[in-house]
């Protein structure tokens, strides 16, 4: 359930497809609220597109790579040098600020 000042300060809804996020709650047909932003610091959750791919990890800043980290112990991490970033491109176009899943 997201509250009324998560709700006035998220963009949009977006629906998850895939169990990457399974480690912190986030599954497959969940709801995350999405405040759209381009930056975002390390260690937060993040709507991220790479190239035309949207998907939704942890990013991580470490020693000038961008690390986009899964909260599931099966789907491997993904690493972005800056030349990689600017050339793919990699973009972030959201911090996820809730979820939310029906059972």
């Known amino acids: 359930e997201t509250t009324l000042k998560e709700r006035e300060n998220g963009d949009y809804y ?4 895939g169990n990457s996020m399974s480690g912190i709650g ?17 260690g937060k959750i993040a709507v991220v597109m ?28 993904r690493y972005f040098t800056p030349q990689e970033i600017k050339e793919l491109p990699v973009k972030i ?3 996820v600020l809730s979820c939310r899943t029906n059972f």
């Open 93 to 95: 176009i959201g911090q």
């Open 14 to 17: 977006l629906r998850i497809t």
């Open 50 to 77: 790479i190239d035309q791919e949207v998907t939704v990890k942890r990013v991580i800043y470490k020693k000038g790579i961008m690390i986009l980290e899964a909260a599931n112990p099966d789907v491997e991490s």
């Open 26 to 42: 986030i599954m497959d047909g969940s709801l995350v609220l999405v405040r759209q932003c381009d930056s975002i610091p390390s």
